[in-house]
């Protein structure tokens, strides 16, 4: 399967300092073009000796709103298979502009799916979740998805989430420890945008999100905004790999734009950006989290470390296990990645901690 426990990352890569990042405009005004990445950043399968994107079919999305009274939010979710009480909940929270899409290969899954309900919730300023408020934290988007998880019925769950979905997974348990029996974060860091982490080998997360912030943040209208294709591929390059599938290329270049859109769309992306760049730090209150923890990495993570995942899966005092699981070639996109062995791992998991 190409699983490590508590391993060490065997890439000599894993502590450079990745990114490099300019920012040019082209076109209409106030749209930006990521322009110059180091060629470190985007790994090639000659480095890493693997192809870091699986091929998956996609098809159309099938996507749910729900409403809900925090921020009078509409919230964009997936559920594949009807609810079945009798099983083991799963909430799965996507990464950074990304939507509940990220999880098809899970959808797909039916061992997967005979074991438990699999739900995925959109962050606020994400796919289909809407608020009419402009501003709005990580932790808005884990009350919204506590009341989410409420308003289908849905009483338990684990929840899974990628990258940013990493935090959104803490915050759930730690607001709800009576409704959350376990947390999967996946190819995270439960840190700020720190110093601490980018001496790990992490990435620069403010340098990464201040030039798209920047050009994001302005008085005028734009209706006519969307991300420009190297923006798309800025995405999926350090997300799914840069060997990723044409299919899977052409998809999430086609569902970003989709999603980001016109005035609204660029108000929401520039919203998850600064989200991403100023969120606060978790470290203090690992303490609190008291349920199992399984924590999923990937060796060719491109964004955030193993060295630093081995750092914070210590951090969890309190939690009656608390693991790290690595998968060899792994990209930051693990689930979409590997799936077979974040499906299986997931199995195990849940499989014996559900009560």
Partial sequence: MGLIVSGICPSPH???DFLSLVILYH?????????????????????TGSNSCTSTTFTMSNTKTIQVSHLSATAGYQMPNPYDPSKPTLVLVNSFTTSSDLYKSQYGNSKLTSKM???????????????????????????MNLEVMEKLGVKKAFVLGTS?????????????????????????SLDYESERTRKLGCWDGVSACTAPIDAWTVNEATPDFEPDD?????????????????????????????NYKGD???????????????????????????????????TDDMVYSVANAEQEIKMFVNAPEANLVTVKGGAHFLSASHPNEVDNALIDFIGRVHK
């Avoid at 607001?175 to 190819?187: N, Y």
């Avoid at 800025?234 to 998809?251: A, H, M, N, V």
Wanted: net charge positive; charged share 25%.
């Fill in 164 to 188: 940013q979905g990493g935090w959104i997974t803490v915050r759930m348990a730690l607001l709800a420890p009576d409704r959350i029996e376990g947390i999967i974060p996946l190819g995270t």
């Fill in 14 to 16: 894993c502590g450079e």
């Fill in 264 to 298: 609204d769309g660029r108000k929401r992306a520039r919203m998850a950006a600064i989200n991403l760049r100023e969120r606060d730090g978790l470290h203090g209150r690992l303490f609190d989290v008291r349920c199992p923890v399984m924590w999923l990495h990937g």
């Fill in 27 to 47: 076109g209409m005004p106030h749209q930006s073009r990521f322009h110059s990445f180091s060629s470190e950043f985007c790994r090639s399968s000659e480095l």
């Fill in 117 to 143: 309900n699999l739900l995925a919730i959109e962050l606020l300023g994400h796919g289909k979740t809407r608020t009419k408020h402009e501003n709005f934290t990580y932790w808005d988007t884990a009350i």
């Fill in 230 to 258: 190297d923006y798309c591929n800025f995405l999926i390059d350090i997300g799914f790999g840069k060997t990723c599938s044409q299919e899977t290329r052409d998809f999430w270049v086609k569902t970003i734009k989709s």
